[in-house]
């Protein structure tokens, strides 16, 4: 899965910095005995006998129902919260129960399932045929995983279940037979179970995803799924566990003029009784959070160019905008057969563009689903990142279709490596494909500084984190594992060489195929194809929270001594969080080139480097660790620019804001060395320069006007040069390096008011809103709706309005949705705030004009009265378990930059739960308290540089 936060974290990177993005760590390492439930009816079970099944027929879903499903979809429990806050996840995993998964007196082999969706009650009917091997045939109870799922009979065979326990908090089924039931059968039996579901609009389970006909402008609905990672449960009865795999045969029955898809192709489809009756052919054995089924009007297009029907799925009217993405599927799947030397087994490939998706994409074996916006692509329309953006999405999700799909993890603590290689890959293949996007550049300021950026907060937590309960897996679909464990991943590649890792990658596919596999495995694999102790290297960076800084003293006589420690954005490292030595590959590059065979794995270590006139520690930034120089070597580095690579460039610029930020170092080495780089050609390097300068204006955002200016001032004498040389006319010819370029200076540009650029933006709008459509070039679209909302006014708020009613592509509308945020006008704002909630803005989207709210004060300050405000409803509308509330909190609390604020938001929260969305919470004080303790440590530092070089 691609979760929708990774566009969120990716747009921080291009504006106004972000603070962490972190979900709560997680419970204990359980050893993988299975627990059995007490199948006695516990008290505090809710306990329905089957006579209570109310009748759905005739009810419309009503908010009540919603808000039921919210509020029973389980939350994060009381043991987790702990070391949320702390790093002795040791400690507490021999205090945490163990992990709760179901009985294994019977085990599922296959899964035959009916599904009939109703559009008028929101309602499913379904029926399930589990054939089960049974294991033990002295237990007469069969436990499933449900929630929400009325159960109408259960028979195994011919035998009727006596009894039949809902247990909600456990979010399982208990069917309890007679005595002797299961005795009676020999190895396998057949379990029957008829149900009715509700079509939620929560997008989880089987859902139904609300849009409007493109061409008739009629109201409709798709009916979808999206399982992973544990709400399949909400669609049917199963054993709802990654490494209980089945084979799966479905059926979908609707009115005919629906399109039916599953994860198979077509075996048989019928008309009967007015109905369309769909069976699809049975899948390998497979995860239940693999499973996908869609009935909804839709359309495609389709790439011939690989053995087997690949397309690309849209409602009518859209289908069009999704030949990039059948292409690049088409080439993708090839690459990887090629790759990984094993067939992708499937017989055809769907990818589906799905109204209302809470994450970005979902991997679903042969049935792709993806938000919008993350697969159809008007390419003329659209900017370089979106582009780019879908490419990445398309390349992990079928990446996914061997990495985790064929070998799935054995329980959801593997989910970072699922996530994590899937990322990896997706750079691997867009490098193959785009090499002129460098991607591996562009990973050192996006993925490499974002993992960085949570992980030295106390609230992060380590790549690997226990999970005892199936409920909490929403919990870790976060940066650290998205963002650090593909930056492991890439160490490791780097470590073991590219074409090696592969190897070990392709070796662990074969052995495992169709099965489960352990973290240890792949370290293992990866060890027998390259001869290197991988897993004691590789468990303390997944085990251990955190990464070190390592500083670097020149001690005279040609001696250096390099000293890790543990890195914390508030430079308050106590000594017991300080205990871990990490691995740290120095990488030292000089001027004969680079030293790969130096590990430090001691606190320090001291060497001889006799021409000490250039070195760098880390080169190509490929190690998870930041560095500390003198001030006499921070300026000598600045001199350098021609010795360095274009990722140590960005290292460098990334680690001295880094360092300034924290007090290692003083502001002035970043200002310093960034004001040597205005000749800098890379594009690379200079979205490096921006995102830390943004960063720094985001800590100054509360401080005086006056030296905001002077700060703006200083990023105009910086970028000002480059960008008028550049220009911001885009002519065919450009290659993608200076494309970009343009793009960011021009950005650059506006953000820091430079006044010729800020009046050709807005020339370029007013034109466009006046009927010329080749304006505005749809590369800096968005910045051009941006630079206009922030000059303001009625005017420009209703023409940005109208642009996102009614827009010329998904980029555009999504371009205008952002820009409402950069408006100031507290009327203007409370409008778009209002949007939220009436049904203008769909729920999927609500975090995105709030983005544009945290770069300006008054943003920051009425969007947090807003969520104090609508807390009940946003807790209403957000279910904890889809991870949005606390991208909403992050939003609405991290703007600030005093630490008195941090009293008034733990005031606002110290009545309300916090189950689901804690971590968020604990990472946006701690991003508020190092930006406090920024500003208020170099504050006079700032001004003086600023008045001492005439910007003020
Ligand atoms: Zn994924």
Request: net charge neutral; with cysteine.
């Amino acid at each position: 899965m691609l979760t929708c936060k990774s566009l969120l974290w990716k747009n921080a990177a291009r504006g106004v910095s972000l603070a962490s993005k972190v979900r709560p760590c997680l419970g204990p390492v359980i050893t993988h005995s299975r627990h059995l439930y007490n199948s006695a009816s516990s008290q505090g079970d809710a306990i329905r006998s089957l006579h209570m099944t109310k009748t759905w027929k005739g009810n419309k879903s009503t908010n009540s129902e919603r808000v039921n499903i919210v509020s029973r979809r389980s939350l994060f429990t009381e043991t987790s919260h702990a070391c949320a806050k702390c790093q002795k996840t040791s400690q507490l995993i021999n205090n945490t129960p163990k992990r709760e998964i179901l009985p294994d007196n019977v085990v599922p082999l296959h899964y035959d399932l009916i599904v009939e969706p109703d559009f008028e009650t929101f309602k499913f009917e379904g029926s399930v045929k589990i054939e089960l091997k049974i294991n033990n045939s002295g237990i007469d109870t069969v436990t499933l995983n449900t929630i929400d799922i009325d159960i109408h009979c259960a028979k195994l065979g011919d035998i009727a279940a006596s009894k039949i326990n809902i247990k909600e908090e456990q979010q399982v089924t208990d069917f309890v037979f007679p005595e002797g039931t299961l005795a009676s059968f020999k190895d396998n039996v057949i379990l029957n179970i008829k149900f009715t579901g509700i079509l939620n609009d929560n997008m989880a389970g089987f859902y139904r995803a609300k849009y409007e006909d493109k061409l008739t402008g009629e109201t409709k609905y798709m009916a979808t799924t999206q399982m992973e990672p544990t709400d399949a449960r909400r669609a049917f009865p199963c054993f709802d566990e990654p490494n209980l795999k089945a084979s799966f045969a479905i059926t979908l029955v609707s009115d005919p003029s629906l399109t039916h898809l599953s994860n198979m192709d077509v075996k048989n489809e019928y008309i009967k009784d007015g109905k369309k009756f769909t069976l699809f052919n049975t899948t390998p054995k497979m995860s239940t959070y693999l499973v996908a089924y869609i009935i909804a009007e839709l359309k495609y297009v389709e790439s011939k160019n690989f053995r087997i029907p690949v397309r690309v799925y849209a409602t009518p009217g859209n289908e069009k905008d999704g030949q990039f993405a059948a292409d690049l599927t088409a080439k993708t799947l090839a690459f990887f057969e090629k790759t990984f030397g094993i067939q992708y087994p499937l017989p055809k490939m769907d990818n589906v563009a799905v109204h209302e998706f809470s994450a970005g994409a979902m991997e679903n074996w042969g049935l792709v689903t993806y938000r919008v916006v993350d697969l159809l692509l008007d390419k003329d329309n659209s900017t370089l990142d979106r582009i780019q953006r879908v490419a990445e999405v398309v390349q992990h999700e079928l990446a996914h279709q061997w990495f985790g799909n064929l070998v799935t993890m054995d329980w959801w603590e593997g989910l970072w490596l699922n996530e994590g290689f899937a990322t990896w890959m997706s750079w691997y293949s867009c490098n193959e494909f785009q090499p002129e996007w460098k991607v591996w550049e562009q990973y050192v300021t996006d993925t490499l500084q974002h993992a960085l950026g949570l992980d030295s907060l106390r609230s992060s937590h380590p790549i690997e984190v226990p999970v005892k309960k199936a409920d909490e897996i929403n919990q870790i679909f976060d940066a650290i594992s998205y963002s650090k464990g593909a930056s492991l991943l890439r160490m490791i590649s780097k470590w073991l060489g590219e074409e090696t890792f592969i190897k070990g990658v392709s070796q662990y596919l074969s052995k495992f195929k169709y099965g489960n596999a352990k973290t240890e495995d792949l370290w293992d694999a990866l060890a027998d194809a390259s001869g290197k102790d991988v897993r004691s290297v590789m468990n303390i960076w997944t085990k251990k929270v955190g990464f070190p800084v390592v500083s670097v003293s020149e001690e005279g006589n040609g001696k250096i001594t390099f000293r890790q420690n543990r890195y914390l954005s508030t430079a308050d490292v106590k000594a017991d969080e300080d205990t871990t030595i990490y691995p740290v590959f120095l990488a030292l590059k000089t001027k004969d080139g680079v030293d790969s065979s130096f590990v430090l794995n001691e606190r320090s270590k001291t060497i001889e480097l006799k021409d000490q006139h250039f070195f760098k520690v880390n080169s190509e930034q490929s190690g998870i660790y930041i560095t500390s120089y003198s001030d006499e070597r921070w300026a000598k580095l600045g001199e350098q620019a021609d010795l360095l690579s274009v990722e140590d460039r960005v290292g460098l610029v990334a680690d001295a804001k880094t360092l300034s930020a924290s007090g290692y170092t003083s502001t002035i080495n970043f200002m310093n060395l960034i004001s040597k780089w205005n000749k800098e050609k890379s594009f690379v390097v200079w979205d490096q320069i921006i995102n830390s300068i943004s960063s720094l204006k985001s800590t100054w955002l509360f401080e005086s006007k006056e030296t905001q200016n002077a700060l703006d001032n200083f990023t105009k004498q910086l970028i000002s040069s480059m960008t008028h040389d550049l220009g911001w006319q885009f002519k065919a010819s450009d290659s993608f390096s200076t494309q970009r370029l343009k793009v960011t200076m021009f950005g650059a540009a506006c953000a820091a008011r430079d006044a010729d650029v800020e009046r050709a933006a807005l020339k370029m709008f007013t034109d466009y809103c006046n009927g010329n459509k080749e304006a505005i070039p749809a590369l800096i679209k968005p910045i051009v709706f941006n630079t206009a909302a922030r000059i303001g006014g009625m005017e420009n708020y209703e023409r940005i309005y109208k642009i996102y009613l009614n827009p010329v592509s998904n980029d555009e509308k999504l371009a205008a949705l952002r820009s409402f945020g950069r408006f100031k006008e507290p009327e203007l704002l409370k409008r778009t705030l209002g949007y939220l909630f009436d049904g203008t803005v769909l729920n999927q989207d609500i975090y995105i004009p709030m983005q544009g709210m945290r770069a300006h004060q008054e943003g920051v300050e009425i969007l947090w009265s807003w969520v104090q405000k609508n807390w009940d409803e946003l807790v209403k509308r957000l279910p904890p378990g889809l991870s949005m509330l606390g991208s909403v909190v992050t939003l609405g609390t991290s703007g600030f930059t005093s630490l008195q604020k941090i009293d008034e938001i733990k005031k606002f929260f110290a009545t309300k739960s916090t189950k689901g969305f804690d971590q968020s919470l604990a990472q946006s004080l701690d991003t508020i308290t190092s930006k406090a303790q920024w500003v208020n440590r170099d504050r006079d530092v700032i001004d003086k540089y600023l008045k001492d070089n005439g910007y003020f």
